[in-house]
Every structure is written in C-alpha cells, then in structure tokens.
C-alpha cells in the first residue's frame, strides 16, 4: 500500500484547491492507496475536507511555511511546520512520497537538508513529464532545483533523467538530448560545449546531441537535459502560451455567429484540443537525487493539477526507480 | 525612399522561398520601398525571381556562406559572399537595412565586424517582437546574438529595449521587466541578481522587476530583457508549441464528423486563432548596438515569415531610431 503524504497548505489557493484535488485522486484511484494531509484541523475542515478512512487521513499541525518565504536557517529551526513534518515522515520511512505544492525552493532545501543526497550525487534536479507529438512524454530536467549547474551536475541529470524514462516510463533505450541554441557541437556557451563532449564520450548513454527549442515537444529525444534557470523559465513559458493561445482562440471564436455555432458542434474535439495541451495535464515534478520520493507542483495548481501529480506521485512509488537509482549512483565514479 | 537589401542565399530553402517572400512583400507594399537581393543570377531566375523595375534589383554574387558554416577567420577573408557583400553595401549607405535568413552567427559577426559597435556599447543583442494577450506587441531581447552575457551588457540591452519601444512601437513610458524564475528581487542566478539591483537603481527606465515565463505572453512588460542563450530557446520552444498545438488540434478534429463539420462553419475564426498564434507573423528580428540597421530571422523561415521581416526593416528603417540610439549611447557613461 502506498502512502503519500500532502502538505495541505502549499499552494496559493490552499487548502481549498489540495482539498479538492485530493477528493478528485480519492474518486478516481480505487486502489488502496492512502493521502495523509498535514494541515491546521480548522483549516481542513473548513476546506470541506472529511476523513474518508482509512484513504485520507489528517495529521494536525498549525504552522506552515509561507509561499513567499525566503530562504533562512529558520526552515530548519520550526520543526513543527507542515513541509517539516511531511519530510520528517518521509526520513522515518512512514510514508512513500512527500507532497508539496507549496514554495519549491523552501521544500526542496528541507528535502535536501533532512534526506540528504544520494552517494555520488551532488545537487538534486526537477524532473517533469512534457507531452510531446508521439502522443507519449518527454522527461525534461532540470527545472529550477539548481539554477547554475556545473558540467558534473548537467551530467548526472542526463544520467538519472536515462534512468527515469527506462524504470517509470518503461522506455527502452531511451534517447538523451541536451538543449541548445543549434545542432552542432559547437553551439552554445561553454558550459554546453563541455557538456556535449563529455555526454558524447558515454558509451552507455544513447546521447542523440543538441536539441533546439521547437524540437522540445516533438519527441525527437526521450530525455531532454537543460540548466534549472532555462528549465524553469521554459516550463513557465510553455504554460502560459497555452493558455494565452486557448484565451485567444475563444476570442476568435466569440467575434462571429460562425465561429459560436462551430465551436458549439466542434466541442468536443476542441475540448479535447483543451485537454491535451492544458498544463495541468502534467502538473507536478520529481526531485532527483535525494534520499526518497519527494514531488512537488507549483504554487498556482489547479485541482486537476493536483490530482495529477497525486497520479504520478502512486507511479514513481509503485516502481523501483528510487532504488535502483541509489544503487546505480552508489558505483558512479567521482571526477 | 528605403533601400533594402537582402540575402538571396539565406535560409534552409534559399533562394526560393525568399524570392516568394519578397514577391509577398512588394505585391502587399505599396511605397517606392526598393529591395536589392544579392544572388547568384542563374539561381534567382531558377527560382522564379523577376526584376520588377525599379522596386526589384539584382546584384550578382556568387558565392554565399553555408547555413551550416562555422565561424572562421574566412568569413571576412572572402569579401565575394551574398553575405559581405550587403554587409559593405549598409556600411557604404548605398542601402538602408541589411537583411538575411542566413546562418545568423556569420551574419551577426560581418556585421559587428565590418560595421563596428556603437560608442559605449560593448555587446550586440537580437530584439524580436512577441505577440501578447493585449493585441500588442512586447519587445524580447536578447534572442542569440550573445549566449553568455554579464550584468553590463543586459543593462544595456534593457536601455536599447527601451528606446527601441519608445521610438519604433510609440509605446511612451515602457514598462520593463526582467525575466527572471520568480517574482521576488532576490531570485535567479547571481547574473540576475545583480543585475536587478542596477535596473532597479535607474531613474530613468520604468522597471516593473522580474517577469515569470508565463507572463512573457501577458503584456506585463512592453519590455523583457534575457540572456542570448535563453532567449533563443524560448524563442524556439514558443515557435515549435504553436505548431505543435496545432497540430493537436487538427488531430483532434479530424478524429469525428462532428469535428469536421464544427471546424468547417468557424473555420474563418479558427484561421483567424491560427494566423495570430503563428510564429511567422512576427519573423524577424533586429541587431541592436552595431551601426546600421541589420535584421535577420531564422532558416525555416516561410515566405511569410520573409514578408514579415521586410516590413519590420522598413518599419525600423523609417523610424529614428538607430540615430536616436548612437546619440543616447554615446552620452553613456561605461562602467
């Protein structure tokens, strides 16, 4: 049975939203999968949370970190926060993953803070899934655990980000791309160009070179690998064209009588159109390289955002990534 | 009158393409705006190329530089390419915008080379127009011209910026912003933090601070100043999102009756969506800080995407701006 446990505060809209899109996991998974929401009582009762036992269970606990909290050795002081205390059942081995979508950078400290990184590795990356047009998934990293990654670093993403496509997505061989400003060696600052030779020089990775930015979404490669500054900055972008290109669509639509009876007889493969290219389809990421599963969304989730990441939350614990990920890292050798 | 000359050999489908792309342009065009294509004869005539006296000229050049040359000390040795050849012509004002699909690293460095920087201003920047939520345009800078910046050279690109806003699109007063991985002062790599401090210390630029990814689209900022490596992947990856999300959507319609009937009677509406989300409407970019007005776009440029960035040159070449730029920059005070 897999645990996971929620912060029920982080979000911009929490508990409300976390609450609901817990409801929404809790319907659809039947499994015997159970949530733990660490959350003020009040605050969760007044969400309309209710404890459907043994599937959700809450763990009071009043304090929690504001989403603009700056980074301060006070995140380590108050054990008593909500992050605190889902990380801390997560160290005790009482549950499988750690959830939040709270303030990302104070969660991911606290992870690397309290689980430690894994042998050998030596700063932990943001793994998302992107959709791409082979109607399948893109595993893209990192997307802001570390936004000046050295050479080293950008190395062992490409090979967890390898890893992570074979053991959760059941990828064979999976192709790994670095992107970049152009296709040749040459290209990019220096740190690409250092990146590209050593990447080039592993017999074991299927490294299939540069890929440029129009090429992120096709599939082109498996496993695309970028610095945490871009990572974040182009999930960001990719999110809210989606959403400006939906925004102007429905515009377009609503300037004539046409366009309002089309849509109305197209509604339901435009509303699949929706569907396919919404963010929240995808929502939520993976932090590679600490000690335990830890995913987080960003701090404007919706709840079938939520409800996504709960999804992938179950299907990092239910494979073996994890540990074949600190076994695997356990025989790198340092450089 | 406006002379502009352009690169018959630049691009992925040169010259084809870019004779259709001109056509495009001096058919929708009506002023006595000239354009010299630089090209070997027998291929603009293969092509399809006819002299439309006196609004078309050709002038024969041979040889041209590969899409996929690599920058050499031959780039200025050979002073017989497409490429040289209306680089000297802009320096000897015998045209008035330079203009290429070309390999943009060889274009970019025969301009800086032959045309030199202007006073006080140490590095070039690629600016482009991106649409936004608020049926305007916002102003994207840097998009490749230098993948590795410092702090300086981005506080110039946002002074550029600025003025380009103000002089070319009338906007008074822009805001500008800073795209950055948060909201708050203190995000970003080391580069952006320091250089938040700056923008925010000039009294005279309207810094609205950081500008997340999902806001480039919004119209947040009339102005959004990143570094060449970024910028040029985000570019990229809003281009390849487009097409992709089209490409979904036409999937999607196909898949049912309804589908196709709803998407036949709000065709103009969807049309009207797809024209504005295309990335070919805003082809096109401008080279910032050198002396003389030299624009260029991408090699999978459309014949659209060619139209585009003639009337972007003209556009530019009729506004003060480059005039107005080497008299402000000049006043600069380096640091």
């Keep these: 049975m897999i645990k996971i446990a929620i912060d029920g505060m982080g979000g911009d809209h ?3 939203i976390v609450i609901k899109g817990i409801e929404m996991f809790l319907e659809k998974d039947t499994s015997d999968t159970e949530i733990i929401c660490v959350c003020p009582e009040e605050e969760f009762r007044s969400a309309g949370g209710k404890e459907f036992l043994p599937r ?7 304090k929690y970190i504001p989403m603009d909290f700056k980074l301060s050795l006070s995140l380590f002081r108050d054990k008593d926060t909500t992050m605190y205390r889902i ?3 997560l160290k005790n081995h009482e549950i499988d993953v750690a959830y939040s979508a709270g303030n ?7 992870a690397v803070g309290t689980l430690k990184m894994m042998t050998n590795i030596d700063r932990p990356a943001i793994c998302v899934h992107l959709p791409n047009l082979k109607d399948s998934v893109t595993v893209f990293l990192d997307v802001g655990a ?3 990654p050295k050479v080293l670093n950008l190395y062992q993403y490409a090979l967890m980000g390898d890893l992570y496509a074979k053991n959760v997505l059941d990828i064979k061989n999976p192709s790994v791309g670095l992107l970049n400003i152009g296709e040749e060696p040459g290209k990019g600052d220096e740190l690409r160009q250092k990146l590209f030779q050593r990447l080039n020089q592993d017999t074991e990775l299927n490294f299939v ?5 129009h090429e992120l ?4 490669a498996d496993v695309v690998i970028t610095d945490g500054f871009s990572g974040n ?3 960001k972008v990719s999110e809210g064209l989606g959403r400006s290109f939906k925004s102007i669509m429905l515009k377009e639509i609503k300037r004539s009588v046409s366009g309002k009876i089309g849509f109305f007889i197209a509604r339901n493969a435009l509303m699949e159109y929706a569907r396919k290219t919404d963010y929240a389809e995808y929502g939520g990421g993976v932090l590679l390289g600490t000690n335990g599963v830890v995913t987080v969304s960003h701090g404007r989730s919706s709840p079938r955002a939520i409800y996504h990441a709960l999804v992938l939350s179950k299907r990092i614990a239910e494979s073996s990534f994890f540990e074949q990920l600190r076994e695997y890292s356990g025989k790198w050798v340092q450089q």
């Excluded at 990302?104 to 606290?110: H, P, Y």
């Design 209 to 213: 070179g540069n890929i440029e930015g």
């Design 104 to 110: 990302t950078a104070a969660f991911v400290s606290l």
């Design 217 to 220: 979404f096709t599939g082109k």
């Design 14 to 16: 929490a508990p409300d």
């Design 56 to 62: 959700l269970k809450l763990v009071q606990c009043d």
């Design 233 to 235: 900055i182009i999930l």
């Design 87 to 89: 990380i801390e059942m």
């Design 146 to 148: 570390n936004v000046s």
